[in-house]
């Protein structure tokens, strides 16, 4: 498994190792042991998620939930293709309202590593799109928190003309109308 840093402080790129041939492929998708001996704190996942999404151009997020609910994630797109977006959203950390956007897809076996304290999203780019992940923490309702996809705050690249959004997204406050407040720590 290789883990790459990315440009925000704590998330980090996953490329397991895809072992082929005329019969198909292999790969390990999560390893604790092997996520640990890259040096990453592998958390408790708690569980499984998993979303289907018609077609391309679908943006979904930014999502997050409150703490004590916060959870990190681990994010792959089984079917199709995304552009999974994460923005730092901790006070106190130097990438502190950037964000980065990474194509994950059903033939690159890529995998984010979401920490707590980031908004999460992504857009289809194809369509039937499967996006799996696990998490740190159970679904809370009471702490599930959307903000603005297209906040100005963080001028987010989505690169989709006419997006397709739930009525939870269309109303998300902007970030400075939000009640989503996170602290970095070392």
């Known amino acids: 498994m290789n883990v790459i840093k990315t440009e925000l402080v704590g998330a980090f790129l996953i490329e397991p190792q895809v072992f082929g041939d005329a019969r198909g492929w292999f790969t390990e998708t999560f390893s604790v042991r092997k996520l640990s001996e890259a040096g990453l704190k592998v958390p408790d996942f708690v569980q499984d998620n998993q979303s289907y999404s018609s077609q391309k151009g679908i943006v979904r997020g930014l999502h997050c ?20 977006v994460i923005v730092d959203v ?3 950390s130097p990438t502190y309202l950037k964000w980065i956007k990474v194509r994950l897809s059903a033939e690159n076996f890529r995998q984010l590593y979401i920490p707590q304290g980031f908004l999460h999203g992504f857009v289809t780019r194809t369509d039937n799109v499967e996006v799996q992940y696990k998490v740190d923490n159970y679904y809370d309702k009471p702490s599930d928190r959307s903000v603005r996809y297209d906040d100005p705050a963080f001028g987010v690249d989505w690169d989709v003309n006419a997006p397709i ?22």
């Open 65 to 84: 939930q409150r703490d004590p609910f916060c959870q990190t994630k681990l994010i792959r797109c089984t079917r199709g293709e995304i552009d999974d």
């Open 165 to 186: 959004l739930s009525e939870k997204d269309k109303n998300a406050p902007l970030f400075r109308d939000s009640d989503v407040r996170f602290f970095f720590q070392k």
């Open 90 to 92: 901790r006070e106190g």
